[in-house]
């Protein structure tokens, strides 16, 4: 039941991810591998970064879009969305009365680190997949045999947009365009 | 009844205008909220978001949550939810439907490997701002180290690696309750 099982997993994903969108990337690939490639999972985060919304709630609707349609979409994002609705509800005064409590302050101290980890983690993800000729996944990372495949001008560009991103503070969605018109440029230019 | 619509139409506009994921939309909500409908206070504002980060799931999706409660009760939970998931939800049905045929277009994969270039920049600088915000103290780096490890060399489940985060502040707490019984 391909509908029950796409509910369960962004459930599942829903639960256990923390510290937003990014943190959530390691999971998502992991979880969703049966049903997409690593290279559509990085294309996703990409059309997550330039269409509006939560980018778990993105991929749950792509990923839920290609395995079952629109049905699919509706139920793989109500997973995703469902556990925050019922700890939130049920929870929040609660929360709300002992957020200054030792116990969950020492438990929000122990999963910030976590979570830059899994965003460290995302990056590897990404640039493995985009920095290199082979597609590879986040359990293979440390394999540096492919290391050999890299490809210079992606890192160029890379770079580049870090730097415009740290230095002159460009917005998110200006650092997309300049790498989508980079990467047609670059074609045409025969570079690519 | 016309709070709960009010609730819907304002999230509704929230999800349909912020691009970059759940942070970027904060800004989008304290404008709508606190200003411009003035449903909470700036101060719980902070607090809102605060709380929503302590919960699993996307920061935005929490804070529609706690907000819409707040203001209308559970209806006004479901109303704030359905609002700031929807335009996200018809976007990708439609950027998937198209997807497959315009992934045929040499430019548009061409356009692809320079975006992905730029997702990693992205994700590069958001790491460093989460990094500079979380890892303040001697013992939260090594945290996050042994975290890499086990992501990336035992290759466990990112979901036991939360869990490490749990139970690494739950001993942490621990220990700070005998240092200070002892004193």
Known sequence: ?192 | MKKIFLLFITFLKIGAFTFGGGFAMIPLIEREIVEKRKWVSQDSMINIISISQSFPGAVAINSSIIIGQRIGGYPGAVAATLGVTLPSLIIIIAVAKIFSYIWEIEAIKAAFRGINSAVIALLISVSIRIGKASLKDKITPFITIVALILLFWIKIHPIYIVLFGIASGIAYYFFKIKKSGKN
């Open chain 1, 1 to 192: 039941m391909i509908y029950l099982q796409l509910f369960i997993t962004f459930f599942k994903i829903g639960l256990f991810s923390f510290g937003g969108g990014y943190g959530m990337i390691p999971m998502i690939e992991i979880e969703t591998g049966q049903w997409l490639t690593t290279q559509e999972f990085v294309n996703i985060i990409s059309i997550s970064e330039m269409t509006p919304g939560p980018i778990a709630v993105n991929t749950a609707t792509f990923v839920g879009y290609r395995v079952g349609g629109i049905l699919g979409g509706v139920i793989a994002t109500t997973g995703v969305i469902l556990p925050s609705l019922i700890l939130i509800l049920s929870v929040c005064g609660l929360l709300n009365k002992y957020r200054k409590h030792p116990l969950l302050e020492s438990i929000v101290w122990g999963i910030r680190p976590v979570v830059v980890a899994l965003i460290i983690g995302a990056v590897a993800l990404v640039a493995r997949n985009t920095l290199l000729k082979e597609p590879i996944s986040i359990n293979d990372m440390l394999d540096l045999s492919s290391l050999q495949h890299l490809e210079p001008i992606s890192i160029a560009i890379t770079v580049l947009i870090l730097v415009l991103l740290l230095v002159l503070k460009l917005h998110p969605i200006l650092a997309i365009l300049v790498g989508a018109v980079l990467g047609v440029i670059l074609k045409y230019v025969g570079l690519f």
